[in-house]
């Protein structure tokens, strides 16, 4: 069996990354292998190195991805072959249970994916499912491209069902590239935007201010609250801040994740009396609102990559990525 370099959980424990022989893909039937163009380094992907996202090792990391169809498994129509797309993350979920039924394979129990489960983008070629394939706009970039799915994520925390309203005013608090994406989706909803961060940000919020929101720095006053508050950071401080701002009777959207327990002031939501939300990965349909986004040209995703980094710079990249220098890091295996 042909074998080639993919960035590998070998096992439990931080130190159990690394680059590892993985065997070359073969195309299941209803499934293609993809020639990995451009795969981006997430949040869940350090959650994954330490241990704080479940993983099924050893498996190689990677769920970002845009690439090339290069090979076809049986059922497979023949109009894909060499196109140029983006994948949905999961290889694989029960299809029966009510969550499925209702297009919501995100929650089922069963659902493994790639990066995690199976084998993923960090290698030079991914084996993924026909049917979560989509093309990818001619004038999108492959590395851009592979923001989204991060996108696609955002779209089911914030728009479905819709959270944002035309005139509200939206926190949204961590500017990393998940919470540029939410100020950008927020914004193209009808929100007024605010972009905040801690002072390790600035190059962060920087860039939110060339994409025309509104910033500040934790500690700087902000004497408001807003109908729409949307925590990105991940971090208790982040999740306190947004509490504190939101409008009585206002909407809390978690989208970070912190991987551990975290203490929150929970009675917050009591006393203003909040909608608290959140989204668990992505769906088929926000995928769809994703790429109509992209279209109608209403998100950036290619000034949110800061570099395209080579496979055997995996290290430096996901340092770079841990400690929030820069804002998105791609990983290209050619």
């Not at 292998?33 to 949040?43: E, F, K, N, P, T």
């Not at 297009?103 to 983008?121: F, H, K, P, T, V």
């Not at 508050?229 to 970070?256: D, I, K, N, P, W």
Request: net charge negative.
């Amino acid at each position: 069996m042909e074998r080639v370099q993919g960035l590998t959980k070998i096992a439990a424990g931080s130190e159990n990354v690394g680059l590892t022989e993985r065997e070359v893909p073969v195309a299941l039937p209803g499934h293609v292998v993809l020639d990995v163009q451009a795969a981006g380094i997430c949040g869940t992907d350090i959650h994954i190195v330490d241990d704080e996202f479940r993983s099924w090792p050893p498996v190689t990391m990677g769920h970002e991805v845009c690439g090339i169809v290069a090979e076809l498994g049986e059922g497979v129509p023949a109009t894909w072959l060499g196109a140029r797309v983006v994948s949905e993350t999961y290889f694989s979920a029960c299809g029966t249970c009510g969550h499925c039924r209702a297009g919501r394979q995100n929650l089922c129990l069963e659902r493994r994916s790639i990066g995690s489960a199976r084998d993923g983008a960090f290698a030079p070629q991914v084996l993924v499912p026909a049917h979560g394939l989509h093309r990818v706009p001619e004038e999108l970039s492959s590395e851009a491209a592979a923001l989204t799915e991060p996108l696609a994520c955002v779209c089911h925390c914030l728009l479905d069902p819709p959270v944002v309203a035309a005139g509200d005013a939206v926190l949204v608090v961590g500017p990393g590239p998940i919470g540029l994406i939410a100020a950008q989706v927020a914004r193209a909803a009808g929100g007024a935007v605010h972009v905040r961060g801690i002072p390790r940000d600035e190059v962060r919020l920087e860039r939110a201010r060339q994409l025309g929101f509104e910033t500040s720095i934790d500690g700087e006053p902000l004497d408001r609250v807003f109908e729409v508050v949307v925590e990105c950071s991940g971090h208790a401080g982040g999740m306190t801040a947004c509490f504190e701002h939101a409008l009585r009777g206002g909407r809390y959207v978690q989208v970070g994740l912190a991987g551990k327990p975290v203490a929150v002031p929970l009675d917050e939501v009591c006393f203003r009396e909040l909608t608290v939300t959140g989204g668990n990965a992505s769906t088929p349909a926000s995928w769809r609102r994703a790429l109509r986004l992209i279209e109608d040209g209403v998100v950036d995703l290619q000034s949110l990559v800061s570099e395209v980094v080579p496979l055997d710079e995996w290290e430096r990249a996901f340092a770079a990525t841990r400690s929030g220098r820069g804002i998105k890091f791609v990983l290209d295996p050619r």
